[in-house]
Every structure is written in structure tokens, then in C-alpha cells.
């Protein structure tokens, strides 16, 4: 069983921000509004993520790191009908498998659990008061795995990626305060507020509220809405276009086309705008051949949809005589 759960943590823990989106993921579908991620060496010291969230109950601590240990849903599909980013079980048993982890969780005040695995197997586990919500912290990721170890790249193309989850998360979430400390130092820092536009302005700047316009459109199939920058307020990189479905990040380049067709010119070549796009449609539209990890999804109607974005951008850009 070790060795299987080695496997599946290949599949679905590639490098550390697996780990991080992982574990946060597990955090939002505990129903916390804040959640505290801390990391040292880009993640392959040390992973910590703190939440406030709904905690596990002490009996139930070593089912949560048996593999299809799931409390949550079953097809691909419903990943985008309802609130629930995990489904599969896999996650916190892939990841003891590949690394020393400690857990604290406490499901009301004062009435805690700790727990302690090593290559997988629990060493050791104890009650103990601890505030409501849950803390898991994963150290020498890859100890046991030379192999995927070799794969990992420098610290700042880790924690680059690391930084990318963390804000697509943050912005899937405006109502969940997030941070992320490298070491000591604070990279991200959402309000929680629900304001998606104030979360823009923490990951991106502090100068970029004032340079997104609001926009919306909607039509039988589909709705949409979000934040797109000015033509000016523009990157070097495709990295800033954020596409959401029930709070849950997504890739597709046809979309990302879309967002960007509705500036039309305006765009000079090579510059992308800053974007989140929420869309709202029947999950039946979503393909379910996608693989959840991948982030890569497509849709039925996907021309249809990639219109509607570029229209409704266009719109509020012409609208502001832009
Ligand atoms: P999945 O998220 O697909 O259900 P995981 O392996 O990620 O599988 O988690 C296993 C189970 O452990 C979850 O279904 C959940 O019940 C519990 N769990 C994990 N992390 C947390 C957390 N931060 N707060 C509360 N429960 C958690
Ligand atoms: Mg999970």
C-alpha cells in the first residue's frame, strides 16, 4: 500500500505547489474564511498551511490519509456543480507518502488531535486543546523519492509556482482571507472581504483597482463576469488571465483568445491584459473527460462562450470610450 500510495502522489504531487494547492483546496472545502500558508526552501523544507476551518474529528484523523478516503463527490462533472474542490482521496494520502507530516485539528475549542506519519504510517497520534480548524505541516517533501526529487527546479521557479495556485485560489475565493509567507516574508495577503476586485489589488498591486473595469454579459447558454485591466495596465505574460467556474480555476486557450479579441487593437502585440472571469453555466457543458489536475477544461460550446467574453469586454471598453 505504501508503494501505491508512491504512485498515485507521482500523478497528483508533481512539486511542491501540488502540496499547496492540495492542502488549501482541503482548507476552502473545510469551510474556512482564513487560511495561512507558510513555505521554507520553496516548499521542499517545509509546507505549513493553518485554516480555521471545520477540523476532524480524532477517530476519522486516520481515515483522512487512506487513499479514497472521501467525503466528497464522485464525477468530474460535479467538480464544477458544487462548492467542493477535492473528490478523489487521494491527496493527503499521496502526500505522507512522499514526505514527514504533522497534523493538529480540532473540530470545536480545546478538543484537538495530533497526529505524526512518516513514509505514510502514522507514528503517532494524541488528543490535545487546540483551537477549532486544522494545521498540516509537511516537511522533506520527496525524501523517499530521489527520482521526483531530481524534477523539482530552482527555488524561485518553485515558488513562483507556488505564488501562481496561491493567487488563482485567492481569487477563486474573495471571501477567505489568504497568506502566503515565504520563510518570514509576507508574498501574498488577501482581505477576505468578498470584494474580487480588492483581492486583484492585493496580488497585483496596489495601483491596479483603480485600472479594471467591471464587466458582464450573459446569454441562454452561459454568464459571465469579472475584472479585465485597462488596455494600458498590461503584462508580458499570459499568467495574469484568471478563468473561474464555481470558484474553481481553470485552463483554456480558446477562452483566453476570447478575453483578448475584445480589445481588439487596442492591445498592443505581445501584451496580455490582467483578467479574472467568472462563468457561470450548466455543469453538463463541462467535458468530462478532463483531468482534474491538468486544469485544463474544455466545454461544450466554447465558441459560443469565447463570443460572450469578447463582447462583453468590448462593450465596457467602448462604454468608457476606451
Ligand atoms: P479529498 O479532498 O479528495 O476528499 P483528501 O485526501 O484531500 O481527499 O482529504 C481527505 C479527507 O480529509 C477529506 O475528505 C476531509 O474529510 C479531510 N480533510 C483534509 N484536510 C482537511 C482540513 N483542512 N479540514 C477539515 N478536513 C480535512
Ligand atoms: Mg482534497
Known amino acids: 500500500e505504501a508503494l501505491s500510495n508512491q504512485i498515485a502522489a507521482g500523478e497528483v504531487i508533481e512539486r511542491p ?20 500558508v507558510r513555505v ?24 483522512a490519509f487512506k487513499r479514497h478516503a472521501t467525503s466528497k463527490i464522485a464525477t468530474v462533472r460535479d467538480l ?20 514527514d507530516v504533522t497534523m ?6 480545546g478538543q484537538g488531535t495530533s497526529a505524526r506519519l512518516t513514509g505514510g504510517q502514522m507514528i503517532n497520534q494524541h488528543s490535545l486543546p487546540l483551537r477549532r480548524g486544522t494545521m498540516i505541516d509537511v516537511a522533506n517533501l520527496f525524501y523517499n523519492t530521489p527520482a ?39 508574498a501574498i ?16 498591486g496596489v495601483g491596479t483597482a483603480r485600472d479594471m473595469l467591471a464587466f458582464a454579459g450573459d446569454n441562454d447558454d452561459f454568464g459571465v463576469n469579472g475584472y479585465v485591466s485597462l488596455p494600458d495596465n498590461t503584462r508580458s505574460a ?13 485552463r483554456n486557450n480558446q477562452l483566453v483568445k476570447g478575453i483578448i479579441a475584445g480589445y481588439g487593437s487596442k492591445l498592443m502585440v505581445g501584451r496580455y491584459p490582467i483578467a479574472v472571469v467568472n462563468i457561470q453555466l450548466d455543469p453538463q ?17 466554447e465558441n459560443v462562450l469565447s463570443d460572450l467574453i469578447t463582447d462583453s469586454i468590448r462593450q465596457q471598453l467602448s462604454e468608457q470610450n476606451l
Open 189 to 204: 495577503k488577501t482581505a477576505g472581504n468578498g470584494d474580487l476586485q480588492q483581492a486583484i489589488a492585493a496580488i497585483y
Open 104 to 109: 493538529e485539528t480540532a473540530t470545536a475549542d
Open 148 to 186: 521526483r526529487l531530481k524534477y523539482v527546479r530552482s527555488q524561485t521557479t518553485e515558488m513562483s509556482h507556488i505564488a501562481d495556485i496561491m493567487s488563482r485560489l485567492a481569487l477563486g475565493h474573495p471571501d477567505i482571507a489568504f497568506t502566503l509567507r515565504n520563510g518570514d516574508k509576507l
Open 17 to 36: 505547489a501540488s502540496v499547496v494547492k492540495e492542502l488549501v483546496e482541503n482548507s476552502i472545502d473545510a469551510g474556512a474564511n482564513q487560511i495561512d
Open 40 to 63: 521554507v526552501d520553496a516548499g521542499i523544507s517545509r509546507i505549513t498551511v493553518t485554516d480555521n476551518g471545520s477540523g476532524i474529528d480524532a477517530a476519522d484523523v486516520p481515515i
Open 80 to 99: 464544477f456543480a458544487i462548492h467542493s474542490l477535492g473528490f478523489r482521496g487521494e491527496a493527503l494520502a499521496s502526500i505522507a507518502s512522499v514526505a
Open 238 to 250: 499570459r499568467n495574469y488571465l484568471t478563468l473561474l467556474i464555481n470558484g474553481r480555476y481553470f
Open 285 to 301: 457543458l463541462v467535458d468530462v473527460n478532463v483531468h482534474p489536475t491538468k486544469q485544463e477544461v474544455r466545454i461544450s460550446k
